[in-house]
């Protein structure tokens, strides 16, 4: 080995020991013991209180920014928010960690096959949000993946945030759409 490989990996682990060192030294004795868990972290600060607790979105030019934590479910969510911000129409797209869902169409019994995957990242979500009968109607696709690097897709049923969070961008339309079932097929159809 030449002599810069040996002295940059000297300089190395002398910081990283130090690093250590210092961590060790302003940590509370067997805090690492007593880490809490992502859901036991989210409980406290659900508990605390405080402005941001149950702030779940801000307006931005173009719509609505919204940020969803462990254990919104996000149709629900979408649903209180439509209704709260009388949203006329909008098109949805986010990413975040979740339990999803998922819902492949069955012509022949005018109904979903579905399956849940629980703890994975959803990598895209994109839909809308209209009106049916009086009521936000919400309308969401996404694909996800696991930690095999598998991913999994189609029309989401379902959604609750896992560990973390979701982030959800909304674009608002200024005309209010309306989906009705279409008698052809027997689902939902989207009216312009």
Request: a neutral charge; proline letters at 4%.
């Amino acid at each position: 080995m030449d002599e810069t490989h040996l002295r940059r990996h000297f300089f190395k682990n002398v910081a990283f020991l130090s690093v250590g060192a210092i961590a060790t030294s302003i940590m509370p004795t067997g805090a690492l013991a007593q880490a809490k868990s992502p859901a036991e972290c989210e409980a406290e600060v659900i508990t605390a209180g405080g402005p941001d607790v149950q702030r779940r979105y801000i307006k931005t030019p173009t719509g609505y920014f919204m940020v969803l934590r462990m254990g919104d479910n996000v149709f629900e969510q979408l649903t209180k928010f439509a209704i709260a911000e009388n949203i006329p129409a909008a098109s949805v797209a986010a990413i975040g960690f979740g339990h999803a869902t998922f819902g492949s169409w069955n012509a022949a019994k005018k109904d979903f096959d579905s399956k849940t995957f629980r703890n994975v990242e959803m990598a895209s979500i994109v839909g809308s949000v209209a009106w049916k009968e009086g009521k936000p109607s919400i309308h969401i696709h996404g694909i996800a993946g696991d930690s095999t690097f598998s991913a999994y897709g189609g029309h989401l049923l379902d959604l609750e945030v896992g560990t973390g969070s979701m982030e959800i961008t909304l674009n608002v339309h200024q005309k209010r759409l309306e989906r009705a079932i279409d008698p052809c097929i027997g689902a939902n159809v989207l009216g312009i």
